[in-house]
């Protein structure tokens, strides 16, 4: 869905955020300046409002981001050193 300002992207937030419940996901994409954070900051408040523990929700996000670059890095690392110990004896 494409919005094509930031007055109808805060009125799709406030329109949204009533009908979040627990577990709910919302994907927002776009090039730096699409409107994202607008969103974002649309959209809290009436979630708040509507039981949303913000907080908690922040602290899971955080830490399945953590979980999910902490295995990137370490299979990174693993790519580079079988790689590295194919060219050494190739």
């Known amino acids: 869905m494409t919005l094509p300002d930031l007055a109808a992207t805060e009125a799709l937030a406030a329109r ?4 979040a419940q627990a577990g709910d996901a ?3 994409e776009g090039p730096l300046g699409a409107g994202k954070s607008a969103f974002a900051r649309a959209f809290w408040p009436d979630a708040k409002a509507a ?13 399945q981001g953590a979980e999910a670059f902490e295995k ?19």
């Open 16 to 19: 949204l955020a009533p009908l």
């Open 51 to 63: 039981g949303i523990d913000l907080a908690g929700t922040a602290a899971a996000l955080q830490k």
């Open 72 to 90: 990137s890095w370490a299979d990174m690392l693993a790519d580079i050193r079988s790689k590295s110990g194919a060219l050494a004896s190739g």
């Open 26 to 28: 919302v994907l927002l």
